[in-house]
């Protein structure tokens, strides 16, 4: 029955701190004379003694900002700390670090962290970092392109033509005498002959050698005549 008695001597059910504490000052003073609530709270946060002064001088009383539900930690008969969830409404004091994160409700002293660095508020959305990274480009990896030709004939030099102009000289009058023996038909002939009738092609050096004794006999047929006269 005493223990009944002493529990319900607390501000709340299964509170961590024996008394009300309404401010910071209070609150570390209760736990500096109170050693069943400084065991308390060294146990919740593995601190030490000095360590846990030093956290609670750090919260000061404040109010919810919005509605939430959280981890709220308790110590029942027998000393062992629990954890249950329960809905804290907007407007709830509670005691909260420098910059408003709630740390301990004001009432009962039960904390809503398990250390000076986290909060569990299990209806807030948990703030997670997302790692972008950059898209992947693939790299182009360009590789010899071998193209195809189709092989140059090569061009073997043509032989040459030669191509030779044939003139025309103008017919040379001959007179023979005396009804003597006349040659140049026989050489003419023979370089119709040999030409087989072409009209462009080069007498070739016999047909040239049989049209040169024949002038050559008409010319000294000739002196011979002019001689004897």
Avoid: W
Avoid at 178 to 204: D, I, R
Wanted: proline residues 8%; contains cysteine; charged residues 20%.
């Amino acid at each position: 029955m005493v223990v009944t008695t002493a529990a319900f001597a607390r501000p709340d059910l299964n509170a961590f701190i024996n008394k009300k504490a309404d401010s910071t000052a209070e609150l570390v003073g209760q736990v500096k004379r109170d050693k069943s609530v400084m065991d308390r709270y060294m146990r919740h946060f593995g601190m030490t003694r000095t360590e846990v002064i030093e956290y609670l001088s750090s919260l000061r009383p404040t109010t919810l900002k919005e509605e939430g539900v959280y981890a709220i930690y308790s110590v029942p008969e027998g000393g062992k700390i629990k954890m249950h969830l329960e809905k804290l409404k907007k407007g709830r004091k509670v005691f909260a670090t420098a910059d408003g994160t709630p740390q301990l409700v004001l009432l009962c002293g039960n904390p809503l962290t398990l250390g000076p660095k986290q909060v569990v508020a299990l209806n807030r959305t948990p703030v997670t970092t997302e790692v972008t990274t950059a898209e992947e480009i693939p790299t182009e990896i360009v590789a010899d392109i071998e193209t195809d030709f189709e092989p140059v004939a090569m061009l073997q030099p043509a032989e040459p033509i030669y191509t030779f102009g044939t003139t025309t000289a103008p017919p040379i009058p001959i007179v023979l005498g005396g009804g003597g023996f006349n040659p140049l038909p026989l050489a003419l002939g023979g370089l119709g002959f040999l030409n087989n009738g072409g009209s462009n092609a080069v007498p070739e050096p016999m047909s040239m050698a049989v049209f040169g004794a024949g002038i050559a006999y008409l010319g000294a047929r000739k002196r011979r005549r002019a001689a004897k006269k």
